[in-house]
């Protein structure tokens, strides 16, 4: 038994001297605090980088012009400048009298919807986008623009974006993942009653930052009764109270003084069609209004100056903080802004 109990004895004994001493423990427990302080501050370092890179991703970019938190784009397809103006458009005219202008803005060559609505949104003229179809294409092989839409350079940096337009073709600018809300004709030609509805709705709903509208029903009135027609003329100013009821949209969501709001065209035309090499169709009315942007004034009063439908987008992503498309063919129209904070 006693041989036992010494056998144990030592055996615990063994085990005892297996365990640290008080100055061991003490020196483990410091280093395991050193450990654990450690990864404590590791972690803590890795959770304050990824907030910073998560801030860095979603923080607004600065903007130029402070007060300008949201764009509108309108797009009236087929407007030709002269019968904007001969039309009673007052709701165009008040973006006119408080903003800067022109009527002698230029399209694309091509001069037809889908190629000059893709310059238009991308900044780069139709040989570089690519998109030089004007139809639905074939079912099963989509085919996106070759560089990044407007939409898609507002979404990287953060914006929600909207694409509301009442044609179905429209939906090559829609590729997946670079457009928050989308509401696009589901047939050729929808109608510009459906058009404010949608526009209505996703302001109201959603205030995106970004907004496109496109407006169909004066072209369709130029294809079936004529550019000249008395029908088109009637359309055009039906247009304009349609327009008006996008702006009380903005109102009603608490953001038309901080938006800036572009109203342009894609072509114009003559007879009952449009094309290239037709000045009828190649001109476009250009109107851009908000605060910061200089008030009545009159683009062409710059000889110099001309004004293509590939600087809408170059002049929207300055006024939002984005860099412009890399290879764009559009220019910044800083003519128009009255005061730039940068
Ligand atoms: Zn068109």
């Not at 991703?57 to 764009?71: C, F, G, K, L, Q």
């Not at 070759?146 to 509301?164: D, H, K, M, Q, W």
């Amino acid at each position: 038994m006693g041989g036992k109990r010494e056998s144990e004895a030592g055996a615990w004994k063994a085990e005892l001297s297996q365990l640290p001493t008080l100055r061991d423990r003490g020196r483990a427990g410091r280093v395991g605090r050193m450990i654990f302080f450690r990864g404590f501050v590791f972690i803590l370092c890795g959770v304050v980088f990824l907030r910073a890179q998560t801030a860095t991703e979603t923080a607004p970019p600065a903007r130029p012009i402070a007060a300008i938190e949201h764009v509108l784009i309108v797009s009236i397809d087929g407007l030709r400048p002269d019968r904007a103006l001969l039309a009673d458009m007052p709701v165009l005219r008040g973006l006119v009298r408080e903003g800067a202008y022109t009527f002698w803005a230029k399209t694309t060559d091509m001069a037809v919807t889908l190629p000059s609505h893709t310059s238009m949104l991308t900044g780069v003229v139709p040989e570089k986008h690519g998109v030089v179809w004007n139809s639905d294409l074939p079912i099963g092989k989509p085919m996106w623009p070759r560089v990044p839409t407007l939409f898609e350079l507002a979404g990287n940096a953060g914006y929600s974006t909207a694409l509301i337009a009442g044609k179905s073709k429209f939906s090559a600018l829609n590729k997946p993942g670079t457009v928050t809300y989308a509401a696009i004709a589901d047939q050729p030609k929808s109608g510009n009653a459906e058009v404010v509805a949608n526009a209505v709705r996703i302001i109201t709903a959603h205030r995106p930052t970004l907004v496109f509208v496109h407006f169909p029903d004066v072209d369709s009135a130029g294809h079936k009764f004529g550019w000249g027609s008395a029908e088109q003329l009637a359309m055009i100013e039906e247009n304009d109270r349609q327009l008006g009821e996008v702006l009380a949209a903005l109102s009603a969501a608490g953001i038309r003084e901080k938006t800036a709001i572009f109203v342009t065209a894609d072509h114009g035309g003559a007879g009952k069609n449009h094309g290239p090499l037709d000045p009828r169709s190649a001109h476009i009315p250009w109107v851009l209004n908000g605060p910061g942007i200089k008030r009545g004034f009159d683009l062409t009063g710059d000889a110099l100056l001309s004004v293509r439908t590939e600087d809408t987008v170059a002049t929207a992503c300055f006024l939002l903080g984005l860099a412009p498309q890399p290879d764009s063919d559009g220019r910044v129209l800083g003519e128009a802004f009255a005061k730039v904070s940068r």
